[in-house]
């Protein structure tokens, strides 16, 4: 089959993984037990030798979709030549009765639920189940349990799969064919483990599954304390976000997927699996927008037990348990439309990013400010230590190069958005310990050092980042290439929108970086091959950049333009083609969904940028031709 868009997948997950179908009900990617876990369904990389989930259809005529509001729920309406079916697709996570202070806040089952009902007339057509283990480097074994039970193995690893109608086996996949009149439905349960109790009690237990899962997702959405004109799109956000975290260990991974190009052609291919110490501060910061503390408090739970050390021994990157595995190829698959190499591991959590202290400063300030100066006794007790592990981390390495934002594997320069964060996480330092009702954290003589380095550090970067040249702060000292993540250092305050030079800079960026609404990180040669499309975080930056400049007429059409580029379920992945407009990279990507939700929160607080009209949204499903 012809590799599907980037933009036709949709994305379901327990907040243990997460799995992705396309708009033809086909479930393309499914990582289990958890995000990171090699991919037992990986067609999105490789419909020959990936598998899949396949819902096929005869005669069909058009397809809408849409999730159930205020869940991750996904509701695909297939219209044929003689019928109209609906399929709901969910991965079960029941609530608990007495959510912990600490930890999972709902019961995931280990399975994915497909029910597909015939809402009229009569829908015939068949399911196709194929899984590949170990990102299809292993053998797969079937055998038949019962008439509608089947059981697949390989690399260790097995799931079973159970129907409401019987299960054929014929060289290793099942098949289920249905013909189904108005009122009659054909559920499939997938589990994972030898163990997996797939098709147990239905379609009575799909039934009090999908009720269960509702009630989960429909009450942590009603927690949502954003009310503002983009309150769908925002909770879409949100939803995909809490996707991506984990709920065992309180982390949240980058991206759902491996090996999406960035670049077509290229070798942009990376695995985003991971969790970013670089995505605290927005991550943070978009919970506790939201009122979603919790949350927060999870990430940060799960930055303190990765590292034991109170901030001594800070990562840029993290598995979700273990160490980050070794950047690996996988030849043997095609990758998607050809694009290889399809990377699994990532080779940059080796890099040096000081940055990182800066990010991890934001989000403690944020969530301090958030809980009042009020955190769990876990988190209060270790505070000191950890404050001044990553003040000394900030002192240590002001001087010193690093490989910055991008991750360029290039050779390390004395980047302007390393030094910006580094005065941004002094400042925060600075705020939290003035903050501190008990005045433990830092003493005055500390405070007064951290002031210092801070004014010397910001007078630094503001010397010898700018390049009287080029008319603008450029990427690294005494370079001439031009960078996008100096919107990101406007946005933390390490830079005046007000300053005549960063107008100009802003300007300038967006004369040479700009692709109409959109934003390239940078134009300059990396040593990777292609040409990489768009960073639409950078876009939604813009948007934070031209609000606080006091354009906020113009910071919210941008922000309406660039919300009509996400997909028919307002999901954005890493990067838009700026000539074709397709969706590229990873998907979906939480770093967009991160500036959706904090420029939406900054428009609704700006007073001059206040709406009281509905964008479009897209509440409505789009109609798509077969």
């Known amino acids: 089959m012809p590799d599907r868009p980037i933009a036709d997948y949709a994305v379901i997950g327990d907040t243990c993984t997460t799995a992705l179908i396309a708009r033809d009900g086909s479930l393309d990617w499914l990582c289990w037990p958890r995000h990171d876990s090699p991919a037992v369904f990986l067609a999105l990389l490789d419909s020959e030798r990936g598998g899949a989930c396949r819902l096929v259809l005869e005669d069909l005529r058009e397809t809408t979709r849409r999730y159930l509001p205020g869940t991750n729920i996904l509701e695909t309406t297939f219209v044929t030549a003689t019928g109209r079916a609906v399929l709901t697709d969910f991965m079960p996570l029941h609530p608990l009765e007495t959510v912990p202070e600490e930890g999972p806040d709902g019961r995931a089952q280990g399975q994915?639920?497909?029910?597909?009902?015939?809402?009229?007339?009569r829908i015939a057509g068949h399911?196709?189940?194929?899984?590949?283990?170990?990102?299809?480097?292993?053998?797969?074994?079937?055998?038949?349990?019962?008439?509608?039970?089947?059981?697949?193995?390989?690399?260790?690893?097995?799931?079973?799969?159970?129907c409401t109608r019987p299960l054929t086996l014929r060289e290793g996949i099942a098949k289920a064919e249905f013909a189904l009149t108005a009122g009659a439905r054909a559920d499939l349960v997938i589990a994972h483990g030898e163990d997996g109790a797939a098709g147990e009690g239905a379609p009575d237990a799909v039934d009090a599954s999908?009720?269960?899962?509702?009630?989960?997702?429909?009450?942590?959405?009603?927690?949502?304390?954003?009310?503002?004109?983009?309150?769908?799109?925002?909770?879409?956000s949100a939803l995909t976000l809490k996707l991506l975290t984990h709920g065992p260990s309180g982390g949240i991974v980058a991206a759902a997927t491996a090996g999406l190009p960035e670049a077509v052609p290229g070798n942009r291919n990376y695995d985003y699996r991971y969790v970013w110490m670089r995505d605290a501060s927005f991550t943070v910061t978009a919970f506790v927008n939201l009122g979603?503390?919790?949350?927060?408090?999870?990430?940060?739970?799960?930055?303190?037990?990765?590292?034991?050390?109170?901030g001594r021994n800070l990562h840029l990157m993290y598995a979700l348990g273990g160490e980050v595995p070794p950047e690996e190829c996988l030849d043997h698959l095609r990758g998607w439309r050809g694009v290889t190499p399809v990377?699994?591991?990532?080779?940059?959590?080796?890099?040096?990013?000081?940055?990182?202290?800066?990010?991890?400063?934001?989000?403690?300030?944020?969530?301090?400010?958030?809980?009042?100066?009020?955190?769990?006794?876990?988190?209060?007790?270790?505070?000191?230590?950890?404050?001044?592990?990553?003040?000394?981390?900030?002192?240590?390495?002001?001087?010193?190069?690093?490989?910055?934002?991008?991750?360029?594997?290039?050779?390390?320069?004395q980047s302007l958005h390393t030094k910006a964060m580094l005065w941004v996480g002094l400042d925060r330092a600075v705020q939290i310990a003035r903050s501190d009702p008990k005045h433990r954290l830092a003493d005055a003589e500390t405070i007064a050092r951290w002031e210092q380095a801070a004014a010397e550090i910001?007078?630094?970067?503001?010397?010898?980042?700018?390049?009287?040249?080029?008319?603008?702060?450029?990427?690294?000292y005494g370079a001439d290439d031009l960078d996008a993540a100096v919107l990101r250092a406007v946005l933390f305050d390490a830079f005046d929108p007000d300053d005549p030079r960063v107008a100009q800079t802003l300007e300038r960026v967006g004369a040479?970086?700009?692709?109409?609404?959109?934003?390239?990180?940078?134009?300059?040669?990396?040593?990777?091959?292609?040409?990489?499309?768009?960073?639409?975080?950078?876009?939604?930056?813009?948007?934070?950049?031209?609000?606080?400049?006091?354009r906020s007429g113009e910071a919210t059409a941008l922000f309406e333009r660039l919300l009509a580029r996400g997909?028919?379920?307002?999901?954005?992945?890493?990067?838009?083609?700026?000539?074709?407009?397709?969706?590229?990279?990873?998907?979906?990507?939480?770093?967009?969904?991160m500036a959706v939700i904090n420029h939406a929160v900054r428009l609704a607080a700006d007073e001059s940028g206040t709406r009281t009209d509905e964008p479009d949204c897209r509440a409505e499903p789009e109609v798509v031709p077969a």
């Open 292 to 310: 979603y503390d919790r949350e927060a408090a999870e990430f940060l739970r799960f930055l303190r037990e990765a590292d034991a050390s109170r």
């Open 458 to 476: 910001r007078a630094e970067y503001h010397a010898r980042g700018w390049n009287p040249s080029r008319g603008a702060y450029t990427m690294a």
């Open 567 to 593: 997909n028919d379920l307002d999901l954005f992945a890493e990067e838009i083609d700026a000539e074709t407009g397709e969706q590229r990279g990873n998907v979906p990507q939480g770093f967009t969904h």
């Open 512 to 550: 040479e970086l700009g692709a109409g609404d959109l934003l390239y990180r940078y134009r300059i040669d990396d040593g990777l091959v292609g040409d990489e499309a768009t960073f639409t975080a950078c876009a939604f930056w813009r948007v934070g950049c031209l609000a606080l400049a006091g």
């Open 343 to 413: 990377r699994i591991g990532n080779a940059a959590a080796d890099q040096e990013q000081y940055d990182i202290y800066g990010e991890f400063l934001v989000a403690l300030h944020g969530y301090l400010e958030a809980v009042e100066y009020d955190p769990p006794v876990k988190v209060n007790d270790h505070l000191p230590e950890a404050l001044g592990h990553l003040t000394d981390h900030i002192l240590r390495a002001r001087h010193a190069p690093d490989h910055g934002l991008w991750e360029m594997r290039t050779e390390k320069r």
């Open 210 to 236: 999908l009720a269960a899962t509702r009630a989960y997702w429909q009450e942590w959405s009603g927690r949502c304390t954003y009310d503002g004109p983009y309150r769908e799109t925002v909770l879409r």
């Open 112 to 121: 994915v639920m497909r029910r597909l009902a015939c809402v009229s007339g």
């Open 127 to 162: 399911w196709n189940v194929s899984p590949s283990f170990d990102y299809a480097r292993a053998a797969t074994e079937a055998s038949a349990e019962s008439e509608t039970c089947v059981r697949f193995r390989g690399g260790g690893d097995a799931i079973r799969t159970a």
